[in-house]
């Protein structure tokens, strides 16, 4: 039987600047497009639908439609993108997006309307409109037919503003005539739920630029429709133990102030600002050398020349320090049994979160055995000075281009166990491993969520964390239970 999964997004409002109504978030407008989008490619949907009022105001099409093109061209699986009446210029419109045309998928016909607005935003679909559109699908009577219009049908909306289509009866009675399996709106930003009417299924999809910023996920098999909504803003705050900042050099966009914005924007519990210490130690391409891990009296000696950043890193994060800001570090092991981190820096520090980076050219050359004797005695080095979380376990095999050793599952854990070191469950370019974390949770391993932000669209993306711990049947009134938490 065929079936077919939507992402579904509605008004995003896209802005240069903040809007005139402060509910709307449309200066975040392309981030969180580009959030909904790295999301759902967990999904494996078969295609995007935007419906309308993707901008605030029309005068910014000219910048803003390129970026939004540029973001959706790079989905990765096929975009209907319908303008709203906010999306007044539809001449420009369609010269950037496209203009939307019926799409057959499978066993489907998504039609799109693109409808009339008069005075006072009012909306109404034309004749010549209703009549190519049946003639449209009169020509595929084995399609089951979905559409796509901004302005929502039914069900009818008491509001002196007007959000249904004038003609709203007229549609329905055409829809109801035409087998249709599915009518998808935006417009109202509340959103309105599934109903059926007629045999015919309505759905209103909520506005991305509002909190708590939702979507919908619609998956249609025979006859039918199920639909879960998700939310950018999470209905379960976490807090982030592991977040980069500009002082990161493989930090992309983010900046304190930004990640402090997103901390209130999608509701965190605090962030975590845990920034790379060999960086804020070495230059750039002493940092690119490996010199912490090879030559580690290079800290002292950067230190000794004032030329290490470490200061200023602990200033910026002070000034700002408050229940929802803490301060960590994330330290590598060094040849010689340390790690990469000056004693006398650890004062002030809320967290030190351990990881392993790279395996040196010698070991990744060498037989499986000897490179995972190499890993467990440098884990060991890790835990011996006294980190408080292991990041990203078992990255360095991965990344390496090998495969994770689950016959080192138990081993770890008993090391973390022995010197009660928590597991970080993180996701930026790593694939937690289910089996290692069930095991985390049976021997009582504390998992430590951490976003490892060094993108604006990663900071409070707690999404796959929150997924992750519900596969291993962990429920949110339980987080409390198996977290690592920062008092």
Same mark, same amino acid.
């Given at each position: 039987m065929d079936t077919l999964k939507i992402v579904a997004i509605g008004d995003i409002h896209y &802005?240069?600047?903040? +809007?005139?109504?402060?509910?709307?978030?449309?200066?975040?407008?392309?981030?969180?497009?580009?959030? +909904?989008? !790295?999301?759902?490619?967990?999904?494996?949907?078969?295609?995007?639908?935007?419906?309308?009022?993707?901008?605030?105001?029309?005068?910014?099409?000219?910048?803003?439609?390129?970026?939004?093109?540029?973001?959706?061209?790079?989905?990765?699986?096929?975009?209907v993108a319908i303008p709203g009446n906010h999306d007044a210029d539809y001449e420009r419109f369609f010269s950037f997006l496209g203009k939307p045309e019926p799409f057959i998928f499978k066993n489907f016909i998504l039609y799109p309307f693109v409808d009339t607005y008069g005075?006072?935003?009012?909306? &109404?679909?034309?004749?010549e409109d209703i009549e190519k559109f049946i003639y449209t699908i009169k020509r595929h009577p084995d399609k089951k037919v979905i559409v796509l219009q901004h302005n929502p049908v039914y069900p009818m909306i008491e509001s002196s503003y007007p959000y249904n289509l004038t003609n709203?009866?007229?549609?329905?009675?055409?829809?109801?005539?035409?087998?249709?399996? $599915?009518?998808?709106?935006?417009?109202?930003?509340?959103?309105?739920?599934?109903?059926?009417?007629?045999?015919?299924?309505?759905?209103?999809?909520?506005? $991305?630029?509002?909190?708590?910023?939702?979507?919908?996920?619609?998956?249609?098999?025979?006859?039918?429709?199920?639909? !879960?909504?998700?939310?950018?803003?999470?209905?379960?705050?976490?807090?982030?133990?592991?977040?980069?900042?500009?002082?990161?050099y493989c930090a992309e966009d983010v900046t304190i102030e930004k990640i402090l914005e997103r901390v209130e924007l999608l509701g965190m519990e605090?962030?975590?600002?845990?920034?790379?210490?060999?960086?804020?130690?070495?230059?750039?391409?002493?940092?690119?050398?490996?010199?912490?891990?090879?030559?580690?009296?290079?800290? !002292?000696?950067? !230190?000794?020349?004032?030329?290490?950043?470490?200061?200023?890193?602990?200033?910026?994060?002070?000034?700002?320090?408050?229940?929802?800001?803490?301060?960590g570090l994330e330290v590598i092991p060094d040849k010689d049994g340390g790690i990469s981190l000056l004693p006398e820096d650890r004062e002030g520090l809320d967290i030190l979160v351990g990881a392993i980076h790279f395996f040196p050219e010698e070991i990744l050359a060498a037989n499986t055995s000897k490179r995972e004797i190499w890993f467990m005695d440098t884990l060991e080095t890790l835990?011996?000075?006294?980190?408080?979380?292991?990041?990203?376990?078992?990255?360095?095999?991965?990344?390496?281009g090998l495969d994770v050793p689950n016959t080192l599952f138990h081993p770890v854990v008993e090391i973390l166990k022995g010197y009660n070191v928590a597991a970080e469950l993180n996701f930026h370019t790593n694939i937690p491993e289910h089996k290692f974390f069930e095991l985390c949770l049976a021997e009582g391993i504390k998992i430590s969520p951490g976003t490892d932000t060094h993108n604006l669209i990663e900071?409070?993306?707690?999404?796959?964390?929150?997924?992750?711990?519900?596969?291993?049947?962990? &429920?949110?009134?339980?987080?409390?239970m198996v977290l690592y938490t920062l008092p």
């Open positions: &802005s240069t600047r903040p +809007v005139d109504i402060k509910e709307r978030k449309g200066e975040y407008g392309l981030e969180f497009l580009k959030r +909904v989008i !790295r999301r759902y490619s967990r999904e494996a949907p078969d295609i995007l639908v935007i419906l309308g009022d993707i901008l605030n105001e029309a005068e910014g099409m000219d910048k803003l439609l390129p970026e939004v093109k540029k973001v959706i061209e790079k989905a990765g699986i096929p975009v005075e006072n935003d009012t909306c &109404s679909r034309e004749k709203a009866e007229k549609v329905h009675q055409c829809y109801k005539k035409n087998r249709i399996v $599915l009518s998808l709106s935006g417009h109202y930003h509340t959103g309105q739920g599934l109903t059926c009417k007629d045999g015919v299924n309505y759905l209103t999809v909520p506005a $991305l630029c509002e909190e708590p910023f939702g979507y919908f996920i619609i998956e249609i098999k025979g006859g039918s429709v199920k639909v !879960r909504r998700e939310n950018l803003k999470s209905q379960t705050p976490l807090f982030d133990n592991h977040c980069h900042t500009q002082f990161a605090y962030v975590c600002f845990t920034e790379h210490a060999d960086q804020l130690y070495l230059t750039r391409e002493e940092y690119g050398r490996c010199l912490s891990f090879y030559n580690p009296e290079i800290i !002292r000696i950067a !230190r000794e020349e004032k030329r290490d950043r470490m200061r200023q890193f602990k200033e910026a994060v002070n000034k700002v320090r408050s229940e929802k800001v803490r301060i835990v011996k000075n006294k980190i408080d979380v292991l990041a990203h376990p078992f990255r360095v095999f991965s990344r390496s900071a409070g993306e707690f999404y796959p964390h929150i997924k992750f711990l519900s596969e291993l049947g962990v &429920s949110s009134d339980k987080f409390d």
